[in-house]
């Protein structure tokens, strides 16, 4: 059973202004806030109530955000399908810069390989030197001593495996080794501790912000959109003496202006609404944690389903996010191909993985285990999943 939060009114007024400005709905929030901030200083009598500011957001410090600084930058430089496992990765950072799913878990919500995975992370490691990605605070002090050329395998590795000890000041651990004592502590001295624990340290943090949220919660999904700014748009009409008629018009295209946004900015969380009603539908037992694959579930499905285009579909889950009972998850990373008829890509991935030493199995053997479970898919297919499960480990 699902539940749908919807706080403002559904009536959508689908002009030749909605038509035309339907790219507004790939807008991540952020971006949606420029734009509606944008209008206001267009339009004269058009502001966003000083009480009803940005969710998450100190409007002052708005283009700070190092998301999008870091969008930009890899929007240029890498592929479609490379952009969307980038997406994925960066909906799995910390506050503070730490990836916090593996780049296995992460290879399987992007339906790609490790390989791949671990390729962009480092990319994303390299980003100006800031290694965002890393994996804890003794991932990233590693990577500082090697873009520093500083970094000694040996030292490291003592420090990295005997945090107690050091932190007592007792280096015992040191006899019997080729290490000298002096030389081991005056690193730690000049070298490690001159460290930043954090990629994003002070005021720069990674924030995501969500479209919204579903929750489970009395035995039901619930979704509810964070409506930030539909309702937060006023139009201040003027009251004009007779014979201003010139003026008058102009005050109509304004109001118009006005009724178009407010039009167009409901028309997004409806249509997101309908699409997030559909995810919930179909992937319920994987939201409320019953089971760990996801069903089939595709762009043209969604299209299908919520009789939206699939070019308005792919707008609207384009860099988007939403707050889970999993955790923060792209929009993209809640579906899932069909492998073979009833059979999602990952609900095959899940069934290989718990098969009893697949890794050892011949792609054959494990086809035809799969045969008898009812999915039926080919010997290049098995090895093709098994390959990128197994990069994973």
Do not use: W
């Amino acid at each position: 059973m699902i539940s749908l939060d919807l706080n403002t009114r559904a009536n959508i007024t689908l002009n030749n202004y909605i038509l035309n400005s339907i790219s507004l709905f790939k807008y991540t929030p952020d971006a949606l806030y420029d734009y509606v901030m944008d209008k206001c200083n267009d339009n004269p009598l058009m502001y966003i109530k000083d009480d009803h500011p940005f969710v998450g957001r100190d409007a002052e410090n708005f283009h700070d955000d190092i998301v999008e600084e870091i969008r930009l930058h890899f929007g240029t430089t890498l592929s479609e399908s490379d952009k969307n496992i980038m997406q994925i990765i960066l909906g799995s950072l910390s506050p503070k810069g730490f990836l916090e799913a593996s780049p296995a878990k992460i290879a399987e919500m992007a339906n790609t390989s490790t390989s791949k995975v671990r390729r962009l992370i480092d990319e994303l490691q390299e980003y100006e030197n800031r290694g965002i990605g890393t994996a804890d605070a003794i991932d990233f002090i590693a990577f500082q001593l090697k873009r520093d050329d500083i970094y000694d395998e040996e030292y490291f590795s003592a420090f990295k495996n005997h945090l107690n000890s050091i932190g007592n000041d007792d280096f015992t651990f040191l006899s019997g080794t080729d290490m000298d004592a002096e030389q081991f502590v005056a690193y730690i001295e000049d070298c490690i501790k001159a460290c930043e624990i954090y990629p994003l340290a002070g005021e720069a943090v990674i924030d995501i912000v969500p479209e919204g949220s579903i929750k489970f919660s009395g035995g039901k999904l619930q979704i509810h959109i964070d409506d930030h700014l539909a309702d937060a748009v006023v139009f201040e009409p003027l009251c004009l003496t007779e014979g201003e008629t010139g003026f008058s018009q102009k005050i109509k295209a304004y109001h118009d202006e006005f009724t178009e946004l407010v039009s167009m900015l409901r028309a997004r969380k409806v249509y997101m609404l309908k699409i997030l009603n559909v995810i919930c539908d179909v992937q319920t037992d994987y939201l409320s944690g019953e089971t760990d694959y996801l069903n089939t579930l595709d762009q043209t499905m969604l299209a299908e389903l919520t009789a939206l285009s699939p070019a308005t579909i792919s707008r609207l889950l384009s860099d988007k996010y939403i707050s889970t009972p999993r955790g923060i998850l792209p929009c993209r990373g809640l579906l899932s191909k069909e492998c073979c008829k009833g059979h999602s890509v990952s609900q095959v991935k899940f069934v290989i993985r718990n098969i009893e030493n697949f890794e050892k199995r011949s792609d054959n053997e494990i086809s035809l285990l799969l045969r008898e479970l009812g999915i039926k898919i080919s010997r290049r297919t098995v090895n093709k999943y098994k390959n990128q499960i197994l990069q994973g480990k």
